[in-house]
């Protein structure tokens, strides 16, 4: 029985995810996604008008469902800086394991992208804002009941965001959990 056409659109995304996760957006062809599908070679334009477009429905794609995975982490019972320290935590297991499903595509795609296609860069921007978003409430909840010290809840969510990009970078190029450990030693400091 053929899928309905939104259940193959989600289908695509998801075999892409694993491969572009793996390989990166450049290195991966439509012919790949879509032999690996198993869907006919001709029907990728009915479900997305360009490989942009594609690019930009898989990020978006990622960073709703990212959130949706750490919202509740971070908006847990426990005070500011314990849903912090767990977030981070979950970024280690989430980054450091052999799931490729899990990896950040930011880290894999940002560099990439950003220099090709306005639109996808857009919705990195967009992305990781919302993501910093989440992360500055945490710390303005830490604020809030002491366990957090900073006069900048959003200063401070992108520095530590940015930090955990580059220590996910630096864990790939190091095939190493140390960038982690580091980045890990850095935000207990930084939190207070």
Same mark, same amino acid.
């Given at each position: 029985m053929k899928k309905p056409a939104n259940e193959m659109r989600e289908h695509i995304l998801t075999v892409a995810r694993a491969l572009m996760t793996h390989k990166g957006y450049t290195a991966v062809g439509l012919n790949e996604v879509l032999s690996t599908a198993g869907v006919p070679k001709g029907?990728? /334009? =009915? /479900?997305?008008?360009?490989?942009?477009?594609?690019?930009? *429905?898989?990020? $978006?794609? =990622?960073?709703?469902? =990212?959130?949706a995975r750490i919202a509740p982490i971070l908006n847990q019972q426990a005070?500011? *800086?314990e849903s912090l320290l767990g977030?981070?935590?979950?970024?280690?297991e989430t980054q450091h394991d052999d799931s490729l499903y899990n990896k950040c595509l930011v880290v894999k795609l940002g560099a990439e992208v950003c220099d090709l296609s306005e639109v996808m860069r857009q919705v990195l921007d967009k992305g990781t804002g919302r993501i910093v978003k989440l992360?500055?409430?945490?710390?303005?909840?830490?604020?809030s009941d002491g366990s957090v010290v900073t006069? $900048?809840?959003?200063?401070? *969510?992108?520095?530590? =965001?940015q930090m955990w990009l580059g220590a996910s970078l630096m864990a790939k190029v190091n095939r190493s959990t140390r960038p982690f450990e580091s980045a890990l030693t850095m935000t207990k400091s930084l939190l207070g």
């Open positions: 029907s990728f /334009y =009915y /479900y997305f008008k360009s490989k942009e477009e594609f690019g930009q *429905a898989l990020l $978006d794609e =990622y960073f709703d469902e =990212y959130l005070n500011g *800086a977030y981070f935590q979950y970024w280690i992360i500055a409430g945490s710390i303005e909840r830490g604020i006069t $900048d809840s959003v200063a401070l *969510a992108e520095a530590l =965001y």
